[in-house]
């Protein structure tokens, strides 16, 4: 699908799509308890569908109501199909966090995706879950992943720099077993994002305690409690939002949590050095163009926020600085080289120095012709540059923003983006 962007300013309300990273943490605690879970503001990108897939693989029922869903399951009991298959899509936070999970199980399974996923390393599976008991098998460190439970929870030390996706799957895996038992972790990177498991997993009945993000202890056993939960809105989607208010007009942003555990949060402090004009309640943020200028922002513990960064740092004046490149290279695309290679084709220069990224910005945007790579956080920030462009941009593979945010174009035409489909002035339904 190509989509062409006019440059424009906007105006606007709109409400936050719900949060995948919560939305999936939700299906998996919802899998782990007994009894009907039930979710509110349900996220149904692709991540978010290929969760509930990959429950129902694994024993709860599914039903999908107009504005909720019902998850009821009796913890893990993988639905005995010919192969013995689950599937996580392209989500890499569904493969890190489901593994663990499957893992309780004592038949053997298979664990798959598509897309950039099967290029994606998968090696760490292979050191830690033997040490908990669990068999694995993987295809030179890429999928698919055999595995054969089922986990015993035990005393283990782990990479933390590899992913905190993985850990996330521990610690919800141990939630259902443990028992006087810790998981020590060094150099843990997205500090946030485990932060945001546990408090998923003690809303449904599990407490972990935590020290410096360093040790996490489980006590006496404990089980997962079936109950509901409400999935705020998405910072990483909404970052794309409160940039496109920030260089091209105001925009009023709903159903964002200012204390939430999401790291990609961290996008108001990127926003308040650039010198924009904000204005946040407790679920509303409001942002406002203002005179921009270059910042310096490290983006290691929320690497996701790089495109919006840099959508952000093109319309700033000088030369921004951005650190935590390093943390690009596993994600849909080389993140790092794609910006690079996207929006010098806009007219702005990137350059690369190890863990260092500087964008030169305030040069002006040119209007042309990009491609997603099929990475929906590229397709999103060329959408932003557009608006202040010299000219249409036109984004080729415009479809990868379904990964994570398929209502992206329709919000960004209710803020006054105007958005054409395939070359034709129709809205984008």
Known sequence: MQVTILPGSINGTVTANPSKSAMQRAVAAALLSNGKSIIRNPGLSNDCLAALDVASKLGATINRQEDYIEITSHGIHPVQSADNEINCGESGLGIRMFTPIASLSALPITINGHGSLTTRPMNFFEEVLPQVGVKISTREG?????????????????????????LTGLLMAFGAVAEDVTITVKDLKSKPYIALTLQLMEQFGVQVKEERFEQFHFGK?????????????????????????????????????????????????????????????????????????????????????????????????????????????????????????????????????????????????????????????IAMACAVAALTASGPVVIEDAEAINKSYPEFYEHLQKLGGVVKKEGATSQVH
């Not at 794609?338 to 690369?352: D, N, P, W």
Request: hydrophobic share 40%.
């Open 142 to 166: 890429k999928l698919p992943l055999h595995i054969q439970g089922p986990l015993q929870a035990k005393n283990i030390t782990i990479d933390g720099s590899l992913s905190s996706q993985f």
């Open 221 to 377: 056993k404990q089980a997962y409690k079936a109950g509901e939960y409400t999935v705020e809105g998405d910072w990483s989607g909404a970052a794309f939002l409160l940039v496109a208010a920030a260089v091209a007009g105001k925009a009023e942003v709903h159903h964002l949590n200012t204390q939430s555990a999401q790291s990609d949060k961290a996008i108001l402090e990127a926003l308040e050095k650039a010198g924009t004009g904000l204005m946040s309640g407790v679920f509303t943020v409001n942002v406002e163009k203002q005179q921009l200028k270059a910042f310096d922002f490290d983006a290691t513990d929320c690497p996701d926020l790089f495109p919006p960064l840099v959508a952000l740092a093109a319309n700033c004046e000088g030369t921004t600085k951005i650190l935590g490149v390093s943390r690009l290279a596993h994600k849909e695309s080389d993140r790092g080289k794609t910006l690079q290679e996207e929006f010098g084709k806009l007219g702005i220069s990137i350059e690369l120095h190890g863990d260092e990224m500087l964008v030169h910005g305030g040069t002006g945007i040119t209007g042309g012709t990009v491609k997603s790579h099929n990475d929906h956080r």
